[in-house]
């Protein structure tokens, strides 16, 4: 089985000279379509951000249809589903798409055949029992014709929803609503007394009030075109009975993403500590005190994976293995 992750970037696929084809961006994509080339493991995980279904703009549905074309080509059967991790019960409104495959030769592919695509994505298919869902909507099914990767690259678009199957090229997608179960919010993971007064915020408070604040600035673009560049309010400070909004790498500096909450004892407004961003995404207290500066304890965090929700796919993957 191979795993990973890979940068959210341009899928784009051009013509070398000597008549290959390139992928011009996304590096790390094509490194993981040799490996399945050259390796040819039975079963893939990979994670990605909720928009790569959606990317690029100007032709929506381009990049992931590259890289199931890459799939198709290469003798696997694709499920993916974008996996909200506050709708199952973790303590971060955290959105990824998952993407799993397998090759056609396994049992587990065999043992899908003969179930309808809605019978997979219902009951049946690796998120179904782990990830349940009370309906879904929006249903598209359509045979993915191509003549090679150029030509999915130049002319592919689809309006992928956030859970969908490809089998031997056919392309089927809906939009799904997940079986919910209740968040742990913030105040069941937070500190508790003894946090440093470092983590307060102390004299910057009128900056980090503005950088949470709505906003409406005029720009220009370069010498004439006057823009309005507009964002909307954050919660000020977060609030404690909700889980927590998505971790980015810049958690813990001075930064509109980063939470901020207060103290339930101090009543001091304060950011979270690595300890408490830890245990957003589900790891083990002082997992990432090893000696790396401090700010590089929140980068981890804001790069990492609900480890929750890869413990509940494990459960499914031991059972696909056992049968294997």
Known sequence: MLVGGFPCQDY????????????KKGVLWWQIRDI???????????ENVDRLLKSPANQRGRDFGVILACFNDLGYSVEWRVINAAEYGFSQRRRRTFIYACKKNTKYYKSLKSFSFDEIIEEEGFFAEEFPIVDKKDITETRFNYDDLIDVSNHFKMDFKNAGIMRD?????AEVTPKEKEAKPLKRIIEYGGVDKRFNLGENL??????KGAKDILRKQGTEQEYHFREGAIAFPDALDKPARTMLTSEGSLNRSTHVIED?????????????????????DNWTNTGMPEKFRYFCMGNALVVGL?????NKLNKIFENE
């Not at 784009?12 to 992928?23: D, H, I, N, P, Y």
């Not at 090229?169 to 997608?173: D, L, P, V």
């Not at 009128?206 to 950088?211: C, H, I």
């Open 206 to 211: 009128e900056k980090w009030n503005y950088l």
């Open 169 to 173: 090229g056919k392309i089927y997608t």
């Open 310 to 314: 890869i413990e509940k796919m494990g």
């Open 12 to 23: 784009s696929v051009a013509r070398t000279g000597a008549k290959g084809m390139e992928g």
């Open 36 to 46: 399945l080339e050259a390796k040819k493991p039975k079963f893939v995980l990979l």
């Open 264 to 284: 339930p004892k101090t009543k001091a407004y304060r950011i979270l500590t690595p300890i408490e961003t830890e245990r957003i995404n589900g790891f083990p």
